[in-house]
């Protein structure tokens, strides 16, 4: 499909109270997900075939931006394709609703499967002829590989199972609110690197609508992890690109709870008991850890004392992260139903899928997926002296023995990795 660009608008004051007015506009209403998510109810999309107003577009990223994601329930049309009977929106209709968000223009990297109905498909299913299986095991968030993650991401259920097949989604903004404020410190010096593509993210950034300091990990597909131990972490509002939202006030939007508003500038409630299992201890780094050497630095635009992470920190750190994501104050587990439509915020919540998503045993599951291109690049803020790509293919030299640095389609391997399957 031609990309149109970017169409959506903002809702001026960029409120939720704003966003919700005006859906009511269009008919709309919304109720909150505790902890996190919220539905809106009363848009037909098959009706205007995938294309929302602007205005609706906007008032949704708004919606997102603070909740993580929206559901649409009931849509589509009754259809038939590829012999699978039921009511949802056809293919054409998923993509033009796609292109309502972020850069108005689809970002499709994935493989195309045999009953796929277009290009910009990304079809899944707990049956391989119907769908790639075994996909998204792991909190992750869609396109990390790339410099410029995907900033949307629209699921669409096709046949709903029977039994279990849930995705789980969780707040990145609340889980980060849950760390003491020295572990949150620390996590701003760090980055990832994706071990497919070596793209480098920030672990601990402003989100780019919201200005919340949200997390980022992928735990299927990140090779290694640096630190710069030394640098000065601007504040979130220093280093925020846009106005942020203002969460709450209306009647229709209250009622989520603290731990997805989040507790201001200190730590949330219980936040040492988190950041104590979460492989942090005090906030301080540990020490011994690999340093750049001068000719990588030099060569990869690395700034003096950057270090990179271990297998011990690696392995601790990615399990905990695990465990914090799972913490039923910052995620929910959405069962789907026929015609369930979930779009999200890639940068305010991250996703997985549950086992049962991966076995027949739950009744026919398929699932079509549609990634939407940012509008920006997610690179490490400038301070922290960290290139924005750092191919794990070519790090001999770059630092010192010991350092982690996982290549390949899946990075490093925590936990019981053998028991889960493809990182995407």
């Given amino acids: 499909m031609m990309p149109q660009g970017r169409t959506a608008v903002f809702p001026e004051p960029r409120t939720e109270e704003a966003a919700v007015a005006y859906l009511r506009t269009h008919g709309a209403t919304v109720q909150p997900i505790t902890p996190c998510g919220i539905e809106v109810k009363g848009l037909d999309i098959a009706a205007v075939e995938g294309t929302l107003a602007p205005e609706v577009a906007g008032a949704l990223e708004v919606l997102m931006a603070a909740r993580g994601f929206v559901l649409l329930r009931k849509q589509g049309r009754p259809l038939n394709e ?28 994935h493989g195309v499967h045999p009953e796929a109905p277009m290009r910009d498909i990304f079809r899944l299913s707990n049956h391989q002829e119907h769908g790639f299986n075994s996909v998204g095991p792991e909190w992750h968030n869609d396109g990390s590989f790339c410099r410029e993650v995907f900033g949307y991401v629209v699921y669409h259920i096709i046949k709903a199972p029977e039994g279990e097949g849930d995705t789980r ?146 392995e601790a750190f990615f399990s905990a992260f695990s465990s914090l994501l799972d913490n039923p104050a910052v995620s929910h587990s959405h069962k789907w139903e026929e015609g369930d439509v979930v779009i ?60 982690t640095w996982a290549e390949g389609y899946v990075g490093f391997r925590w936990g019981d990795w053998g028991d889960r399957g493809t990182p995407h």
């Fill in 82 to 109: 590829a012999g699978i009977r039921g009511t949802y929106l056809s293919a054409k209709q998923q993509c033009k609703l796609s292109e309502c968000f972020g850069a108005g223009a689809l970002h499709s990297t």
């Fill in 169 to 314: 989604f969780a707040h990145l903004g609340a889980a980060y609110d849950l760390l003491t404020p020295a572990v949150q410190e620390r996590l701003k010096k760090c980055a990832s690197i994706n071990s497919n593509s070596g793209a480098v993210h920030p672990l601990a950034s402003p989100h780019p609508v919201s200005g919340r300091t949200s997390l980022y990990l992928h735990l299927g597909m990140t090779g290694a992890m640096l630190e710069n131990p030394s640098a000065d972490a601007p504040s979130c509002e220093a280093t925020a690109g846009v106005a942020g939202v203002t969460l709450r006030e209306s009647e229709d939007v209250k009622g989520v709870g603290e731990d997805v508003k989040g507790v201001g500038a200190g730590a949330a409630p219980g936040a040492a008991a988190a950041s104590a299992g979460f492989g942090f201890g005090d906030g301080s780094t540990p020490a011994g850890l690999p340093t750049a050497t001068p000719a990588g630095a030099e060569a990869h635009g690395i700034a003096p004392g950057v270090v990179a992470w271990r297998d011990a920190e690696m």
């Fill in 344 to 403: 999200i915020d890639n940068l305010a919540v991250a996703h997985k899928a549950t086992p049962g998503a991966h076995t027949k045993a739950a009744g026919l599951r398929i699932l079509h997926r549609t990634t939407v291109l940012s509008s920006r690049a997610f690179d490490p803020p400038p301070h922290l002296g960290m290139p924005h790509t750092l191919d794990t293919g070519e790090h001999t030299g770059v630092f010192g023995a010991g350092a």
